[in-house]
């Protein structure tokens, strides 16, 4: 079986899920009205710039992305097209950590919540969304040692 087609399978399924359909309907949405397009436009501008100095120096400075940041509240607040753009966005980022979630302890093993290093109060959310990945079946435990959990910063109240 080529991986290269289950991949392409698998984008094609994506591409009629709910999220990723309202995505391209809030964007189509957006580029019909002048003003909300222009003002995406300088939003998507001012990302690229970011990405692109992400990409060449590792490192943006802290006012840039402040200034991004405080654009797209302004964005949201003044275009109602722009803000439901982003709250799809929203939803489409979950979905895809869902599907890249899946895909990981698929290939390497299922945690159990009580192995993650979160707070006690989320382990149980946690743990139904290890079910749900795992679609009831059994997959191959990944075991969580302290190794891995060397340099991996936790604030002082988590117990690991």
Known sequence: MNYITKAR??????SQTPEIQGLKAAEAAIMADPGSKDA???YQEKERGIVT????????PEKETIALLDLKVRLM???PLIK???IQQQSYEKLM?????TLTTTMHGMPSASDLP???EFKGMAQQILDKIGGGSSLEKLHVSPEMLKGIKLPPNLKS
């Open 9 to 14: 399978e698998l984008g094609e399924a994506l």
């Open 40 to 42: 995406f436009a300088e």
């Open 53 to 60: 100095t992400q990409m060449i120096s590792k490192v943006v």
């Open 77 to 79: 607040n003044k275009y």
């Open 84 to 86: 439901a753009y982003f």
């Open 97 to 101: 950590a869902m599907v890249n979630l």
């Open 118 to 120: 979160i707070p006690d």
